[in-house]
């Protein structure tokens, strides 16, 4: 499997590169938003890709980013959307607008990809909400990052009661859930103060409410009014 390609640009089409990577050329599709990112043709570029093998066909996908590949990847899970779907989704609202749009519900904006209609947007908002929250905070944790969570610190007294016990593991929850969420708003362009502001408000609003929840009621607080 081909995950990365650096190479230089050899020519570009309306919807694939030409990528020479040390005599191999290699054809890659992207969106129009990768490919107005892209550099002259000539010049180095690096792609991370993902490869679809079907029976009769073999192709490429190139994008800027891990977060806009693992898009495109659950984009291509939602029944209905192939590639050419997929790529126009990533094309018309960027790597963090479809995550924005998921998490918002907002059937419209995903509508307004070309060749995605009502039913297929709106399958894709219904099957994908779920994941948004965690593909939004991509490597915004160091659990996320490494796997295994950071280390906690060690406990003086040797047998606290079961109800502090409990209030100090919701208390803990509470803050990596607003950790994560803030990474996420960050990661999706949101400046750190409205970003903490809309978290805490939401935390203060749901106190028990998991990542996910927390990202969709900051996403509410900071749509524009109106």
């Known amino acids: 499997m081909i995950g990365k390609l650096t190479g230089r640009i050899e020519y570009r089409t309306l919807d694939h590169v030409l990528i020479d990577v040390r005599g191999v050329g290699y054809i890659v599709h992207v969106s129009e ?19 679809l093998v079907r029976e009769d066909l073999m192709q490429l996908y190139g994008f800027t980013s891990l977060l806009e590949k693992e898009w495109h990847r659950l984009l291509m899970s939602v029944q209905g959307i192939g590639a050419k779907a997929s790529l126009a989704i990533l094309g018309a609202l960027g790597a963090e607008g479809v995550g924005r749009a998921i998490s918002l519900g907002d059937i419209n904006a995903i509508k307004a990809a070309k060749g995605v209609g009502p039913k297929t947007a709106q399958r894709v908002v219904l099957d994908l909400k779920d994941k948004a929250p965690a593909v939004m905070a991509l490597g915004g944790t160091l659990t ?7 280390p906690e610190v060690i406990e003086t007294e040797v047998a606290a009661p079961s109800a502090k016990r409990a209030a100090k593991s919701r208390a803990s929850a509470s803050a990596s859930a607003q950790a994560e969420a803030l990474s996420a708003l960050g990661n999706l362009g949101y400046a750190p103060g409205e970003a903490a502001a809309a978290v805490a408000e939401a935390a203060t609003e749901l106190p028990e409410a998991d990542t996910a929840t927390l990202i969709r009621a900051a996403l509410k607080l900071l749509a524009p009014k109106g």
């Open 144 to 150: 996320e990052a490494t796997g295994e969570a950071p």
């Open 33 to 51: 938003r990768t490919l107005a990112a892209l550099p002259s043709n000539g010049e180095v570029v690096a792609l991370y890709t993902d490869m």
